[in-house]
């Protein structure tokens, strides 16, 4: 749906007047947030809020039409608890909002549009549909019913926010030099990641504008690379269930202390180094390590269902039982053939090897190979290839139960801006919603209270 045609159902007020709500961002937080709280003032009786939505993009929900490939891998399937795990030990912040409007709320709201959901591998929720468009569709549909305004384009870009002591109104000034009052103001801009669409960090500096601290924004979810020159042969090459472990010299940093590790998950070979969830999950924690030295060791179990006894014990019967057949050969039944391949010529075995000639020493590197291949990371691929931001708004300065800025209760912070980060599989999806509602909801209530 054309963003022209958010046009509101109601009128809006004149330019002199100022707004009840504008909402910074109209990505997964923003928009739910601009619907929640009209549906709360519709299912309340109350009068229905004027508000607007300010854009940068040419169009609502561009980050949301690439997530999941494409399809939209909303949420998770996982109990409450199980998301709040994912999201480390700033995780409990997220309880309010997720018991508000948790993933089967999300999944009911997104059917109760027209757009059905399914569980896939890894408890993935996907659309029906198989096309992220149809998400986003929904939501401007649903946007319009409920008379929501979007200014979209680089013109309508905010700029510039001023609060007002005296008057408790907030100033928006836009690129094209265009200014909007509101009653109330929510960002929910994105952090600074997928810079392409638009999330350039514009919300970090609005929060410090308005008093706010900002915990340094770091990428996440982001491909890794590493110092291991052969790696760019796999280049393509995919392995699932895989185990990564980061090995440091001392413990994680606190930022990351409570984050799921091991990352259990495929991991895929790039040209340049490391990706797959089982790589991206980590890379929040590498990307802060990173900061304090360099290279960062990774270790990789290939076989992490094979113990290092069964492994060997299964070496012993390839030599003693299926000796003639080539080692390579043995071992691409196991693993993708180009990795069987490379792990044999880095454990000094080579092409033509049978089973039969394979030494002790052989066994023992191939085993090391496959049980703990290390590699070095001595840089991510950075915000530009980073799917959501770690870091953002301190959260001890925002109340989790409404999204309320303690330092200003007209204003609120929603989704990515927030300090908090998920892996990859529909967690971050499940915050920007959340929170998004949650907030949306609360204004309302402001709003109808005086």
């Known amino acids: 749906m054309n963003p022209a045609s958010l046009q509101p159902a109601s009128p809006q007020p004149p330019a002199s007047q100022p707004l009840d709500l504008i909402i910074l961002g109209a990505g997964a937080a923003g928009m739910m947030a601009a619907i929640a709280c009209g549906e709360a003032a519709m299912h309340n009786g109350w009068p229905m809020p004027r508000m607007t939505i300010l854009e940068k993009n040419a169009r609502p929900g561009i980050k949301v039409l690439v997530c999941g490939g494409g399809r939209c891998n909303l949420t998770n399937a996982g109990d409450i608890d199980f998301l709040i795990a994912q999201f480390g030990r700033n995780g409990r912040f997220l309880s309010p909002a997720l018991r508000h409007f948790d993933n089967a709320a999300l999944r009911a709201w997104f059917a109760a549009q027209g757009e059905p959901t399914h569980e896939e591998h890894d408890g993935k929720i996907y659309p029906d549909s198989n096309q992220a468009r149809t998400v986003v569709d929904a939501m401007v549909r649903r946007m319009a019913q409920l008379g929501v305004l979007c200014h979209a384009g680089p013109t309508r870009a905010a700029t510039q926010i001023q609060w007002n002591v005296t008057s408790k109104l907030f100033t928006v000034c836009t690129a094209d030099d265009t200014t909007f009052q509101s009653r109330y103001l929510l960002i929910c801009v994105g952090g600074q990641s997928y810079t392409r669409m638009g999330t350039t960090g514009d919300g970090y500096r609005f929060a410090e504008s308005l008093g706010h601290h900002i915990i340094t924004p770091r990428p996440a979810i982001v491909p890794l690379l590493c110092r291991e020159s052969w790696v760019a042969q796999l280049q393509g090459v995919a392995v699932p ?15 990351a202390t409570g984050k799921p590790t091991p990352s259990i998950n495929d991991l895929l070979f790039t040209h340049f180094g490391l990706s797959g969830p089982a790589v991206l999950n980590l890379s929040e924690i590498v990307a802060e390590l990173l900061e304090k030295f360099t290279p960062v060791p990774l270790r990789v179990d290939f076989l992490r269902r094979h113990s290092r006894p069964q492994l060997s014990a299964m070496l012993h019967t390839w030599h003693d039982e299926s000796g003639r057949k080539l080692v390579k050969t ?20 080579p092409p033509d090897q049978p089973c039969a000639a394979l030494t002790a020493r052989q066994m023992h590197t191939l085993s090391e190979y496959l049980k703990a291949c290390r590699f070095h990371v001595h840089q991510t691929r950075g915000f530009q290839e980073a799917m959501v931001t770690a870091g953002g708004v301190r959260l001890s300065q925002v109340n989790p139960n409404t999204m309320q800025s303690r330092l200003n209760p007209h204003l609120f912070l929603a989704g990515e801006i927030l300090d908090l980060t998920g892996p990859s599989g529909g967690y971050n999806l499940q915050l920007a ?5 949650l907030a949306g909801w609360t204004i309302a209530q402001c709003l109808a209270n005086g």
């Open 241 to 255: 269930d895989v185990e990564v472990r980061i090995e440091t010299p001392g413990p994680l940093p606190r930022l």
């Open 330 to 349: 043995m071992l691409a039944q196991l693993l993708p053939q180009r990795l069987a391949e490379m792990l044999c010529h880095l454990s000094d075995i």
């Open 433 to 437: 919603f959340s929170t998004g509602r």
